[in-house]
């Protein structure tokens, strides 16, 4: 199963993992002391840890391979996902989904307000993945620049409620619609870019709008940024910061249950399916008669309006904001929700915004190689399965003129 | 029914039509030949807006259509079957079709349409439920060809549409759309390599060198000519 020649190149994979970890983990300088303290252990460690890894991923490889080779003599069936599987039948998946409802619902009560915050926080980003997802999965337009519109909305809850004392629930609305303008401010000169160059042109919004905000001072009081925002008020009374904690939870619950509804029927719809045409063939869409250029700008500015909903919703849950939240990195991570979690699908993106928001949160145990490991798992993910966690479903559609 | 006059369209500097006049009565079959290059795709994408001239004018019954946009000029009545078929991979057979008639609204317009092309080419009721990207190479342009009947134009625009394909299945999707413009009373502008095959159902021919228009006439009358005959008959 294994040859020879894996076996060298395994151990070259690890000395290369050696080589790449080096300074990092075996040397380490003790400034005090001006000494440098070599830490020649970590290296045995690193070496035959990247070793087996690579023996078994060949491993796997190897049985891959064999398995479609039998698919194409026709010895054994291709497996169907087993995600299609399950959301093909009710039966399987109305109790799995009773359980989910059941278990966010009781959240709040079963965990500390500590865990309840980091699932806010989860199910935030569970919003903009959702959000991002009708831009990049449904609509096929890479966007780095996305969080661009969730500082827009966090500033303008922020500004009005600081300026005029807006509560939150009048701003939400306003947010959502700031971010939607500005998603068609940017999308209108940009949408005739397609892949690579689009992907550049809103990296550099995204870095534009981070740098206003932190240069404007007078405007958004720069690096220092906006402190005191109002918690949402709940029909005007005063909430302990526990209370209040839980309310924001229930409220994001709600945001998270309201994209849901209306991605699902937005996928469903006239316009859903011109994403989905535009997404395989631009010219024959235009010979079908879709406009082009508005198609791609209502998924453009829809996601903006999502990602300005919840900038909202961020700057009433810190109750501070300052740019420095909205740097690309934070992009970068709901891009990768929606790719890891599988392009296009719904419950893929909720999964994808849930594992990479808690992981991090829960490999705090090894704090100082969390990133590391982030990174390997990204990595790992997308040479298994690149078409994410949960693969897309794709929904056939009924015909219109399909009359039986 | 379709007027170009003058037309220019350039692809950055490039100019690849130069002063194309043209016309296209209703209810016939025209058809433009010409050389790998000679600006035959273009003088459609031109007519439909996906690269509409820089100069000129197209009158499509009655109204100039050269400054609206390519989703405006389906909404009048002109369809087109891009040059390489263009089918939606992903989506079935019927999605394929479904999304020929998005500008349409009348279910039971759509759904006499759809019976009458499943009629006419039974393959693709057969296949509805595959994917478009499974097809045979004729299969897809069958499949195109349907689509684009689903928006039921009056004027279809087809590009090639025997490009890739055996003889036989030439010949059948040729006596389909003589068929079509029979029955269906659906002008047809026809681009072509294959003169001969299209010279014989067409009523009238326009012969297109470098961008520009070299000859017209009727059908009958080029095919028996001697200079097209050596250039592009092969006789
Ligand atoms: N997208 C484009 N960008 C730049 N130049 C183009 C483009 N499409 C076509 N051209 C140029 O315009 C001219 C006309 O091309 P066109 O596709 O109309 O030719 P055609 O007659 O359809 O040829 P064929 O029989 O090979 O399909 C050619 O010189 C071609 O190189
Ligand atoms: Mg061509």
Redesign the interface.
Known sequence: MLSFKDIRQGLLVALWFIFLTFPLLVIKINPIENSVNWRWLNMVYVGSFSFLIYLITRMVMARKLERQKKIKLGLVKEKVAWSIKLFSQPRLYLPLLAAVAVFFLLFPGLFSTYQVNIMITALMYVVLGLGLNIVVGVAGLLDLGYVAFYAVGAYTYALLNMHFGLGFWTVLPIGGVLGAIFGILLGIPVLRLRGDYLAIVTLGFGEIIRLILENWSSFSHGPSGISNISRPGFFGIELSLEMSIVYMYYLTVLMVLFTIFVVNRLQDS?IG??W??LK??E??????????MKTKLTAFSLGATWAGMAGVMFAAKTTFINPASFTFLESAIILCIVVLGGMGSIVGVIVGALVLILMPEYLRAFSDYRMLAFGAILVVMMIFRPQGIIATL?R??T?????E | MLELRNIDTYYGNIQALHQIDLTVEAGEIITLIGANGAGKSTTLMSI???SPPRSGEIIFKGKPIHEL???K???LGI????EGR???????V??N????????ND?RG??D??EYLYDLFPILRKRR?QPGGNLSGGEQQMLAIS??LM?HPQLLLLDEPSMGLAPLVTKQIFEIIEKINREQNTTIFLVEQNANLALQIAHRGYVLENGRITMHDQADKLLANKDVQKAYLGI
């Open positions: 006239r399916r011109a989905f045409a395989e063939d010219i024959a869409c235009q010979a079908m008669g879709i406009d082009k794709r056939t559609y015909v219109k003129g399909d009359l | 439909s807006g996906i946009p390519a989703n000029i389906v909404t369809s087109q079957v891009p263009h089918i939606f991979p992903e989506l079935t019927a999605e079709l479904d999304m020929g008639a998005f500008l349409r279910k759509i759904a349409d759809l439920n689509r684009a928006a």
